[in-house]
């Protein structure tokens, strides 16, 4: 059965920092892309980084030269490292993994949180 499981979220103060990851297993299969979304209350789900295979990486405009992902692919983990958060950067974090033949899966989520 394929898992998904996110950590490292939690309460930091404007301008600190959080490390999340995220390890995928229980399938055969290769991954694709591993990415981190993100779903404030009340908004839409939103995509803040992906990471390809290949190591190509896209970014949010709101994040660009503030966060950074990264993968370890023999572990099939991904990392999100978050500096100089915002309040605004305060939301429920959520890793996907696709992989190929069977698609994507979702982690249950992870609720960091900024504020003084």
């Known amino acids: 059965q394929v898992q998904v499981v996110e950590s490292g979220g939690g309460l930091v103060q404007p301008g600190g920092s959080l490390r999340l990851s995220c390890a995928a297993s229980?399938?055969?299969?290769?991954?694709?892309?591993m990415g981190w979304y993100r779903q404030a209350p009340g908004k839409q789900r939103e995509l803040v980084a992906a990471?390809?295979?290949?190591?190509?990486?896209n970014y949010a405009d709101s994040v660009k030269g503030r966060f950074t992902i990264s993968r370890d692919k023999d572990k099939n983990t991904v990392y999100l490292q978050m500096n100089s958060l915002k309040p605004e950067d305060t939301a429920v974090y959520f890793c996907?993994?696709?992989?190929?033949?069977?698609?994507?899966?979702w982690g249950q989520g992870t609720q960091v949180t900024v504020s003084s």
């Open positions: 990471i390809s295979s290949g190591g190509r990486t």
């Open positions: 996907k993994a696709d992989f190929t033949h069977i698609g994507g899966y």
């Open positions: 229980g399938s055969i299969f290769s991954i694709n892309v």
